[in-house]
DNA sequence: ATGAAAGCGCTAACAA
DNA sequence: TTGTTAGCGCTTTCAT
């Protein structure tokens, strides 16, 4: 042979089953899932095998039928702080449940994203779709394949998994209305995101019950840079109170409008959304509408395991709302009794960073 | 409804095979990584393949070889967002080398990273230990099966990559001493980390050159609540600089200081290290020393490429240095003219926060 | 409960 | 170039 020694194999469990005098079948079965057999042989199979260092290949163990204890996340940009506690949710639930978890990166990219779900989707028996920027088609076709769940959109066909941003917005809309602001502006998040509909929709429902100004600006990234860019806008109009698609966009919108001299939240009231690692320690901490991240992570799994052991052909089970709550922090404040402020521009030394 | 048809399995190669009239063995090469076959069979086969939805399993595809075009990067806590910036990086590259990154949470524990190892080594071509908790004989026993990469950690026997700490920390030192300040404190990290070892060493170099005091309190978890708890017993001594083994500690220390009725910098400096997500945005801004994080990312996924193109056996590289960089910003300043401060705790209302 | 045999979908010699 | 023939390591009928 090639190399003399140092492929030296991994052994199989034709070597256990010579090792231990029995057939490879037997030697199969010692370590298959159900039962967890327990016969004399199959505990001194398991004895030999550990002695001399046999683990099953995955590889092969997943062939035959598409066993693989592989489940999958792909998240549209793991740089984005969101997605830590969704992760870590979602790998605690399937580690416990003996499933490897597969984080994938799509950097908001539909293309990438696209790729990335052809690469793991024969890999894995589930997959999880956080905030995916794919259009319904293409998840309804991966969801044919596998079980799929769906983080942060709503889809007839596809369980998902989302929080009640309704209710989220709702409560961000009556917080600042209860300190007295009467115009609000929404930062728009990404065009094809979903949640960024659904949260426009929410406030704009929820400013016209509570008799509020509404105007939307937009779209912009979710990013810190984004936020920046949006503050330029917002400093443009005399508003006194906004809510940001997300905190990224709220944070960088923060430290955008105190670059132009604005202050908050003397001048104006900023509100995030999801409650993301950071919002706590930006300055000042953010209010915000906090998502149940590591309970979306964690609830989807769980699904996911429930459609695999029942097989269930997935359509069954509906949108799934997971509570938001509101977060107060030092973000908002009621607002001044002052009607026209036009000094706002020039009080205070602007804060100048280099970017 | 349940499904009837649900199991069309996906075509096979011998599907495409029978469909093109030819040899099952012409259409594996069809697909086939190295010369890309071009002639006109081989043309009219790709072609076939993707009329009938064909797409090669990759399970299937590694079992006789291993070659499953996976690669995987294991960090200590996906929550830790000093990878984020790393996994974007060995993204991108191993991506755009035609490599699918799976990105695994060890979850801080060294039982979860054995077990995320054993499960996932065998799947790969390659691996990376981001920050690994795992013995130096444990590692290189991965390292005996796949090529393996270390990160933020020296192995003689296994290429690793990091970043230049000690360089790293000298800058920070002597950006302190150059400040004014004559005692330094360090706050330590996880006594498994390799890294903190290498700070704190860093560290007592630095400080005995440049003869200032130098103190180490700690070990503390690396992250926000370590800090809190660092805070108290850095305010029972009069330190007036402290240099912490990340950001995430510097940042939770800040805040437990600022409870504590000290003011950063005023009272005590602050240095960090990473650069993570969040240093920029909290208050004050966080001065640090900047680890190339994504380029640490991208290189350890180039290095790992490496060796899967020449099949070096792993030992020849020693460990790759990438710079880091101090980043000065706002939690560092010159030190206070008064010498013997009695009434720091008292003065200014201590800061009551719910925990 | 155990053994024998037939694949899972693909790759890799070897011939032709 | 293309077809033929064995497997990769494991699971899974089917007998025994």
């Given amino acids: 042979m090639d190399a003399p020694e140092d492929a030296r194999p991994n ?4 070597d256990v089953a010579k090792a231990a005098g029995v057939a490879p079948s037997t030697v199969s079965r010692a370590f298959s899932r159900p039962g967890r057999v327990n016969s004399e042989t199959a505990e001194r199979i398991r004895r030999i095998a550990n002695e001399i260092g046999y683990r099953t290949n995955p590889l092969a163990r997943g062939l035959p039928n598409g066993r693989t204890a592989l489940l999958a996340v792909i998240v549209a940009d793991v740089t984005n702080p969101f997605f830590f506690e969704i992760i870590r949710g979602a790998e605690k639930t399937a580690s416990e449940a003996g499933y490897t978890l597969l984080v994938v990166d799509a950097q908001e990219s539909v293309d990438a ?11 894995v028996e589930g997959l999880i779709l956080a905030t995916s920027r794919m259009s319904d088609s293409s998840i309804r076709v991966a969801a044919k394949q596998r079980p799929t769940v769906v983080m942060n959109r709503v889809m007839t066909d596809v369980p998902s998994v989302l929080t009640d941003n309704a209710r989220g917005m709702r409560s961000a809309v009556e917080h600042l209305a209860g300190l007295g602001h009467t115009s609000l502006t929404y930062v728009a998040g990404p065009e094809a995101s979903w949640a960024d509909g659904m949260r426009w929709r929410a406030f704009r429902e929820a400013t016209s019950e509570l008799e509020l100004k509404a105007r939307r600006i937009g779209p912009y990234p979710p990013t810190l840079a984004g936020g920046l860019s949006a503050a330029q806008a917002l400093a443009k109009h005399s508003t006194t109170a906004v809510v940001a698609y997300n905190d990224l966009l709220a944070i960088g919108a923060i430290r955008g ?8 939240p003397a001048d104006v009231s900023v509100i995030g959304f999801d409650n993301i690692f950071g919002s ?4 000042p901490p953010l209010t915000t509408v906090a998502a149940p991240l590591r309970h979306l992570g964690a609830f989807a799994v769980q699904n996911l395991l429930a459609q695999l052991r029942s ?4 359509g069954s089970s509906g949108p799934t709302l997971l509570p938001a709550k509101l977060v107060e922090r030092g973000s908002t404040a009621p607002r001044r009794a002052t009607k026209k402020r036009r000094a706002t521009a020039t009080d205070g030394n602007p804060v100048r960073q280099p970017a």
């Fill in 11 to 14: 052994p199989t469990i034709y």
């Fill in 113 to 123: 994203e696209r790729e990335a779900l052809e690469r793991t989707l024969p890999l």
């Fill in 257 to 264: 409008l105190k670059r132009l001299g604005r202050s908050v």
């Fill in 280 to 283: 706590d320690f930006c300055t």
């Fill in 311 to 314: 097989s269930t052909p997935a």
